[in-house]
């Protein structure tokens, strides 16, 4: 047994908060290696089987808030392995039926056969234009195959019309098809030409296809066996048709543990989330060698596959790997993320009903506020910019910096930091914070810092899954279904915000473990114009 004076110094060292400091330099005026960010960057991604389980007031009402905080219409990807197995029966009264598969009505993988009802869920969300897929069949299909797929698509672009209809994908994940390479191209080309012709499409609107869509194991595996430079070299956009070209990420393969110290090894992490570009990169190269008008997209990101506790996957840790991942993405050219979602995925931004099978829902789930930080980060009309990802000293894998240039003037806007050091109340220390000094300009008074935050750390679950002892802010704002259905309040009655001063060109700002901020720099014309009607 310990004596009283032993334990008291092991609770002291236990206690002890782990603060770290970092001085970032950073240039005044976007490098040439900066990014533009596009208006749209930020996207969902719904499984299409569950279309309908999305389909409601509360999910539309997710969608506005986001929306709120973007100059164009929010794009929805509909897709992922379901969308290959969809069959269509308008004779159907049933809006869906799960038909056959491994777990229905469980599974991605499952069969549904959908009715005419079941396109009513396009004619919703009209602050959001759509990305959905013609049925491709992952075996090899028998005669028929076609003329469903074909029905499915005038049906979603009839319903959606013309103006909403973002791209139409050709298949999902054909990696994993049961047929080679030259037959699915063969089969994808023959989807274009007869989409077009039923659509009767002319000019530029014919370039409306998402091409690839290439499962993730290409990225794991670093290698092409199936990846986009395959599916070009094959002719895929023989017709130049391509608007997209897609891959898909995952960030954790199925599987525990999920600890603390797995959650920093596999999730927050930055070094396990950037090693992973170099290959990205090669694919966009690639592609822009081949057709420089199509946009490289992630149309199906993950945190983790399998059935993690919500804590670890749909937390605020989660939400931080979210962050980093993305301001990664738009860094190294990505030109969308579509944050994929199904009714019973714990690390979906939101679960839409009560039918989940490992969820409770309706709920807004503790990682959805970094949606809000990634869209405010990205900004807004006069606001829109181009990002660089900054250089950290040391390269830590547990913290990340990036800087947002203005579009017009590439002034130094805003400042994203995200400190991915895990703490949670089962950390058995204080929390710990990396105190971080950078250079703003000379002409800066003040910085503006909004932060994305929980009491509870990576385990914050939000309001609706764990109560207020759970909530997670971006900004002072808080999503709930119990609250506000999805629309956004601010639990103190306002927004949350600190005003730091700048010494000598430079703000120094804490960062607790566990939470991301944005700097808003207030300098060049702007603040010179704030300084003169102030005075």
């Excluded at 279309?51 to 164009?72: H, V």
């Excluded at 777990?103 to 234009?129: E, H, I, L």
């Excluded at 098809?177 to 994808?188: D, I």
């Excluded at 999920?258 to 570009?277: E, G, K, T, V």
Aim: aromatic letters at 10%.
């Amino acid at each position: 047994m310990l004596s009283s004076l032993a334990a008291a110094a092991l609770f002291t060292a236990l206690a002890q908060a782990d603060n770290t400091q970092h001085t970032l330099s950073i240039q005044q005026d976007a490098p040439s290696n900066a990014t533009a960010v596009p208006a749209d960057f930020f996207s969902f991604s719904w499984e299409t089987a569950y279309l309908p389980s999305f389909d409601n007031d509360f999910s539309e009402n997710i969608i506005n808030s986001i929306y709120a905080r973007m100059s164009k219409p929010i794009i929805i990807r509909v897709g992922g392995t379901s969308g290959d197995l969809i069959q269509v029966d308008l004779d159907q009264d049933e809006t869906r039926r799960c038909v056959s598969g491994p777990s229905c009505p469980y599974s991605s993988q499952d069969t549904w056969s959908v009715g005419k009802s079941y396109f009513d869920g396009f004619r919703r969300f009209q602050n959001a234009t759509m990305t959905f897929q013609a049925p491709m069949t992952p075996v090899d299909p028998e005669d028929n195959w076609l003329p469903n797929s074909m029905e499915y698509v005038r049906q979603a672009y009839n319903a959606l019309g013309k103006e909403r209809v973002n791209a139409i994908a050709l298949g999902n994940e054909p990696d994993y098809y049961s047929y080679g390479v030259e037959q699915y191209v063969e089969r994808a080309l023959k989807v274009e030409n007869q989409t077009i012709e039923m659509l009767g499409l002319e000019g530029e609107d014919r370039r409306i296809f998402e091409l690839g869509d290439i499962g993730w194991t290409v990225l794991k595996q670093r290698g092409d066996d199936f990846g986009l430079h395959k599916v070009f070299t094959n002719d895929l956009n023989a017709n130049g048709y391509g608007k997209y070209a897609a891959q898909h990420y995952y960030q954790t393969d199925v599987g525990g543990p999920y600890d603390n110290d797995a959650l920093q090894d596999r999730l927050m992490n930055h070094h396990a989330i950037a090693d992973r570009f170099p290959q990205i990169q090669k694919g966009i190269e690639y592609v822009h060698q081949e057709d420089s008008k199509i946009d490289f997209v992630i149309s199906e990101l993950g945190a983790a596959l399998g059935v993690p506790p919500v804590s670890w996957a749909g937390g605020l840790g989660a939400g931080l790997w979210a962050v980093d991942l993305h301001l990664t993405a738009m860094s190294r050219g990505v030109k969308r993320v579509s944050n994929n979602m199904f009714e019973d995925a714990p690390d979906s931004f939101w679960i839409p009903n009560d039918e989940g099978q490992f969820t409770t829902g309706p709920s807004v789930q503790g990682i959805f506020p970094s949606a809000a930080f990634i869209t405010d980060f990205v900004g807004k009309g006069d606001s829109l910019g181009k990002v660089v990802e900054v250089d950290v000293p040391g390269q830590p894998q547990d913290f990340s910096a990036f800087a947002m240039y203005d579009l017009q003037s590439e002034e130094l806007a805003r400042v994203a930091l995200v400190n991915m050091k895990v703490w949670n109340e089962n950390s058995n220390q204080a929390r710990g914070n990396a105190s971080v000094t950078l250079n703003v300009g000379n002409g800066v008074e003040s910085v503006t810092v909004k932060r994305l935050h929980s009491d509870k750390g990576s385990a914050g679950v939000g309001f609706d899954q764990g109560g207020p002892e759970h909530n997670v802010t971006w900004a002072g704002e808080q999503w709930s279904f119990k609250i506000d259905e999805g629309k956004g309040h601010f639990p103190t009655g306002e927004s949350v915000q600190e005003t730091v001063a700048v010494m000598n060109g430079q703000v120094t700002v804490t960062v607790p473990d566990t939470e991301a901020v944005i700097i808003y720099i207030k300098g060049g014309l702007l603040g010179f114009l704030e300084q003169v009607f102030s005075a």
